[in-house]
């Protein structure tokens, strides 16, 4: 493989994914630089959710290579691409909802414990200390996405825009250096896109890197430096907002939508 600017953080090369004969990804190629909002978009089906799956290791590509921070992370277990700073959102948020909102955020700490099994059995002073650490840092993801007033409440009782930005306190607390939101400003009101856009420039501002995967358009055209999109699994257009809002094959893939 060529040496990667030190500017690119992942590099997905020729990454091809099928199921049962269907090519969900086929030899798809993008670069997402550092600090930067990159977005991946496209219609139903257009592969979006296999790419971030194939990414963070929850499923294998076929072929290709997928590297982050220059080193090859393709086919590697999900707990081990998570541990090199990668975290993750999902579209429908996989909260726990018999769980209070810091609860929930305290999940996205466990692969982090030092405390063994049985110094968390036996509530031992070193698991004390540590759980008291994570509730912390849970706190203060918490304030960062707006919520910390919230932490003792039952996650059941937030709508639909809360739940997703506890989703996204939770991927925080693993401390990562590259987030990839997965439809986060669906089904949001107006003013709840609003003050996720916030939230996303804060993070940046703060030195993380995003990869966008998201359907609202004006949303994704606003926020993104560089935007990537699939259709039937195919690349089909890369480049700024701009140029790909004006591009053919992008406007024939999304007939009938606004740019």
Known sequence: MASQPDSVLLDVQNVSRSFAGIR??????????RKKITAVIGPNGAGKSTLINVI???????SGGIHFGGSDIAG???????SKGIARTFQLEELFSSMTVIEN?????????GSGMLACGFALPSARREEKRIREEAMECL??????????????RLPLGERKLVGIARALSMKPGFLM?????????GHEVERLVKLIHRLIE?????LLVEHNM???MSLSEKIVVLDAGVKIAEGTPEEVKNDERVIKAYLGQEL
């Open 24 to 33: 969900a990804l086929n030899l798809v190629s993008f670069s997402v630089k």
């Open 56 to 62: 963070t290791g929850v499923y294998i590509p076929d």
């Open 76 to 82: 590697l277990p999900a707990h081990i691409v998570a």
């Open 105 to 113: 955020a305290m999940t996205g700490c466990h692969g982090k414990t």
């Open 143 to 156: 304030a960062m996405v707006g919520l910390e007033e919230k932490a003792l409440e039952p996650i059941s």
């Open 181 to 189: 939101l997965d439809e986060p400003a669906g089904g949001l009101a």
């Open 206 to 210: 703060q030195g993380l890197t995003i």
């Open 218 to 220: 004006p949303f994704v």
